[in-house]
């Protein structure tokens, strides 16, 4: 995996913080609680957006965000992941981006246009921007679409 030093250091915490047995028992393996990560190259560091104090996500709010790194940190579409746990925040969100003009595909899609899918279907892929949009208690699923990114990392949980 390649990765910033930034993103390197945020999993690692992460990983600490964990419950790591919750993540052994899924996948029927021992983790060590210091993961390497592979290749580092200088980069921004990861930047959070919390969503636990509000009922709802603000589906405007995430495209804007979603926008802005686009904006600053992409020179394609498809150099951007938005990774999301279930189907409903899938739909929804690939909705109010496309009404805002960003150009959407799944991760299969060979198209300029930013993936919005499922952690499960990313295993083998990485992009230069990843915007995890999660829940802070899920650790298996955040811990794979955190470790996707390669230059920028924006978490966004709800």
């Not at 250091?9 to 021992?30: A, M, P, R």
């Not at 983790?31 to 957006?49: E, Q, R, T």
């Not at 603000?58 to 926008?67: A, D, G, L, N, T």
């Not at 579409?77 to 690939?94: I, M």
Request: neutral net charge; charged residues 20%.
């Amino acid at each position: 995996m390649r990765s910033t030093s930034k993103i390197h250091d945020f999993v690692q915490e992460y990983v600490k913080e964990s419950n790591i047995s919750e993540l052994s028992g899924l996948i029927g393996v021992s983790v060590p609680y210091s993961i390497k990560l592979g290749h580092h190259i200088c980069g921004p560091a990861v930047a959070f957006h919390d969503f636990t104090q509000d009922s709802l996500l603000s589906f405007e709010f995430c495209v804007r965000v979603i926008q802005q790194e686009i904006n600053n940190w992409a020179d394609k579409f498809s150099n951007v992941a938005v990774l999301v746990l279930d189907t409903v925040l899938k739909e929804k969100l690939g909705g109010y981006m496309r009404e805002a003009e960003i150009p959407v595909q799944d991760v299969e899609g060979n198209k300029n246009a930013v993936v919005v899918d499922f952690k499960s279907k990313v295993h083998s892929y990485q992009w230069p921007v990843v915007i995890a949009v999660t829940r802070r208690d899920s650790f298996l699923y955040n811990y794979l679409m955190f470790t996707r990114a390669v230059v920028r990392l924006v978490v966004m949980y709800y």
